[in-house]
């Protein structure tokens, strides 16, 4: 009976069937449930990896010692793992390896919306597409084929649309993989000039067989159509809006496998059809190869280059009509995402707001802290470039600036920086905003959490023996929910005239294992509407009929809000 | 059949991830063609959140635009109206009357719209909203709006059973809350 899955449920599947034996990746939305449900197989063994980089080079390790391999990230993690990604193409693998890399059109949790198709294309390797749930499965399957027949890793590459959408799936059961033991070949393993001057003319001649492969697979599959004033051609998700736009109406090139792309196939297709449309997401990746191969076509011009398209985006430009909605004649407010009522980052990003300090952040949920009310955020560029632009910022004579970071980012890539920081010797104050948890991406265990992707207990980087190791002499730990406490140590270690870590450490208000106190409430009578407790942005608290008001449903009893009523109007609340 | 839509929209932390999963179940089992679509990560802490449920014989696209929703299933007046445009002209919205202040409300920034439902009934939508948060409480826990809310939905539904539904629910929901869940979805649907 067909299942109900997730794309990344059944991308996990896929591993699980195809014999996949080990996997490691960086949780990154919209990827993190292909390994979190991978790892609910025992047959694979699966962990977080500190970041992208260093899964890939695992990944690579494993399928070297002859098992089906894996790593999965999202978009910005392939920019972490590039170095790795451009070689191993040139060594080839042992075992299958297969990468899947998941792309955020619409930057739905993202910093930008980079298209992935371009690293297949850059370093030479193929890369597959699924359309639905069903597809995930059966490409991650023959991801493996293809990367044992053609000696070379494979890129799935997915979207969030692709990644967090259900839809029926028909599952089968798991083989074990053919065994593939270890050999030593220096020729092939060893990068150095000599050996890989002789792999890249293998790696070309695999393009080329594998552009042969792309012409003949049903991967890419045309579906005829009744009329063809107009031939789409397309992949991924578009695929699903075209066909919901126009039904059989007309004849669509889906192509499964992105790249290499079959260039006969499509100068057919083209040739069949009097207009030639590519309906694509982002960049005209496979547009401006038709026009390479000098075929006429549209795309970008109709589609642009933003976000994401949809059934409605792609039927109006081929001018098929749809039908409006009714619109409200109302201004209605946004409702952007909140640190969550008892979020620990809230009463540390009070307290640089405070202290006027240039903050130079980093990606997680605490990137939040740079929203109005508490705007206590000023740079946020990338994983770990808080610590090393913070540096910089220093060396250029910058002033008052610190750097924030979570305790997953600093594991990721914001030690390097703080190396720099040790090494190069500016006047600089990191603070570690230490939840004991990877947040944004919802709650995935990390190096200084002492747990594995299981929740078994693992190995536990500590935070304060590493810093001092590096040299640091000045390295305290506040709690963000004690505001004189964050206060003085911010003051002091800005005033100090060495480099320091602060270390804000308090678990994460959402972990199941955090006991919550009772939820406070404000006494009417006391209390003098001055507004001072709605500077932290806490979404339990409100102005209700002039006075402050604690939603008792939300409130975690924290305490922040009530550090700031001068007129003690904040008391425990009954429940 | 062509596919029909159905939209939750909710504020983060709602419990819309029960509500489809539970549709989605369910509808499975009548044995269509089923896609929900969601989205995870920054816009779950606090955001609005959008929840797509479609189904018929075939399901194409994983996502409802705007025009096609034959239902927005609304756990707060505020979500309902911001996605008004996604209804069809003879769609129908089943809401909770729960109001949920956004950052900008509290901040003073902005103001919650006033009489929103009066509103959209005068532009001629079929609003069916209830004080979902009061009969979930009164089923045992506030955190049941979800299947108040579905068991009100229920109620359009002429061609699926109670019996389906009960057995969608027993499936979805770990088994110490079942009957709390059964209670709040018998009091959504004969409210």
């Known amino acids: ?575 | 059949m062509t596919t029909k839509n159905i939209m939750i929209v909710g504020v983060g932390g709602q419990g819309s991830v029960l509500a489809s999963k539970l549709l989605g179940h369910l509808l499975t089992a009548q044995g269509y063609d089923v896609k929900v679509s969601e989205v995870h990560g920054m816009s779950q802490r606090g955001g609005s959140v959008v929840t797509y449920v479609r189904y018929g014989e075939k399901v194409y696209s994983p996502v409802i635009d705007k025009g096609q929703a034959d239902f927005i299933v609304s756990f707060e007046l505020l979500e309902a109206a911001r996605n008004l445009e996604y209804l069809k002209q003879s769609g129908q919205i089943v809401t909770s009357t729960q109001q949920i202040d956004p950052m900008p409300v509290i901040t003073g920034a902005m103001s919650y719209p006033e009489n929103l439902l009066a509103k959209m009934q005068t532009l001629g939508v079929k609003v069916d909203a209830l004080d979902c948060v009061k009969l979930a409480e009164e089923a045992g826990s506030v955190k049941a709006v979800n299947l108040v809310l579905l068991g009100r939905l229920s109620h359009y539904f002429d061609d699926i059973t109670p019996g389906a539904w009960h057995e969608a629910i027993t499936s979805c929901v770990p088994g110490k809350f079942i009957e709390l869940n059964m209670k709040a979805f018998a009091l959504g649907r004969e409210a």
């Open chain 1, 1 to 575: 009976m067909k299942q109900l899955m997730q794309g990344n449920t059944a991308a996990a599947r896929g591993l699980y069937e195809a014999g996949c034996c080990v996997a490691s990746s960086y949780p990154g939305t919209p990827s993190t449930e292909i390994t979190e449900e991978a790892a609910k197989y025992d047959a694979i063994y699966c962990e977080w990896a500190p970041n992208e980089k260093v899964a890939m080079e695992t990944a690579f390790g494993a399928s070297l010692a002859g098992k089906r391999s894996f790593c999965g990230m999202k978009h910005v993690g392939l920019n972490v793992a590039a170095d790795p990604l451009f070689t191993v193409s040139y060594t080839g693998i042992n075992a299958g390896m297969v990468i899947c890399v998941a792309d955020d059109p619409a930057m739905h949790s993202s910093q930008n919306e980079q298209d992935s198709r371009h690293y297949a294309r850059a370093a030479k390797l193929p890369m597959l597409e699924p359309s639905d749930s069903q597809e995930a499965l059966t490409f991650f399957k023959r991801a493996y084929d293809i990367s044992e027949e053609y000696d070379t890793p494979v890129i799935v590459k997915m979207c969030t649309r692709i990644a967090h959408s259900q839809s029926l799936v028909e599952t089968g059961e798991r083989h074990e993989a053919p065994a593939h033991p270890y050999e030593k070949n220096i020729a092939k393993y060893v990068m150095m000039p000599g050996n890989a001057m002789k792999r890249h003319p293998i790696v070309e001649e695999r393009t080329r067989k594998l552009q042969e492969f792309a012409e003949h697979t049903d991967i890419n599959r045309t579906d005829t159509g009744q009329d063809n004033a107009i031939g789409i051609i397309t992949s991924s998700t578009c695929y699903q809006y075209v066909k919901e736009a126009c039904g059989d109406k007309f004849p669509v090139l889906k192509l499964g496998m992105i790249w290499p792309l079959p260039d006969e196939k499509l100068k057919t297709f083209a040739g069949s059809v009097k207009r030639l449309v590519v309906v694509e997401e982002l960049d005209g990746f496979i547009e401006e190869h038709c026009r390479a191969l000098g075929l006429m076509c549209e795309g970008k011009s109709l589609f642009g280059y933003l976000g994401e398209l949809s059934q409605n985006i792609v039927a109006g430009k081929l001018n098929i009509t749809t039908t409006p909605g009714v619109k409200l004649d109302e201004k209605i407010p946004p409702r952007p995402p909140v640190m969550c009522a008892g979020c620990p980052h809230r009463g540390l990003f009070y307290t640089l707001n405070r202290a006027k300090c240039t903050v130079l952040g980093d990606i997680g949920c605490y990137t939040l802290g740079a929203v109005a009310p508490l705007s206590a955020m000023e740079m946020t560029l990338c994983m770990g470039a808080s610590v090393s632009a913070l540096h910089g910022f220093n060396k250029a004579g910058g002033e008052n600036a610190v750097a924030v970071i979570g305790d997953s980012t600093f594991m990721h890539s914001g030690m390097t920086g703080l190396a720099n920081i040790a090494y190069n010797q500016s006047k600089s104050v990191v603070i570690i905003l230490d939840n004991s948890i990877t947040g944004m991406t919802g709650h995935q265990q990390n190096p200084t959490t002492g747990k594995n992707i299981k929740g078994d207990p693992a190995g536990k980087i500590d935070l304060e023996s590493l810093c001092r190791a590096m040299g640091f002499r000045r390295v305290r730990v506040v709690d963000p929910y004690n505001l004189k406490e964050c206060a003085d140590a911010v003051s002091e270690e800005l005033e100090a005239e060495e480099s320091s870590v602060i270390i804000s450490r308090r678990p994460c208000a959402l972990l199941k294992y955090v006991k919550h106190n009772k939820p406070l409430h404000v006494d009417p009578a006391k209390c003098r509407a001055c507004s001072s407790c709605m500077r932290i942005g806490c979404p339990a608290l409100a102005m209700k009929n002039g006075k402050a008001h604690v939603d008792d449903t939300l409130c975690v009893g924290c305490g922040v809000c009530e550090q700031l009523c001068k007129f003690d109007a904040f008391e425990e609340g009954r429940k």
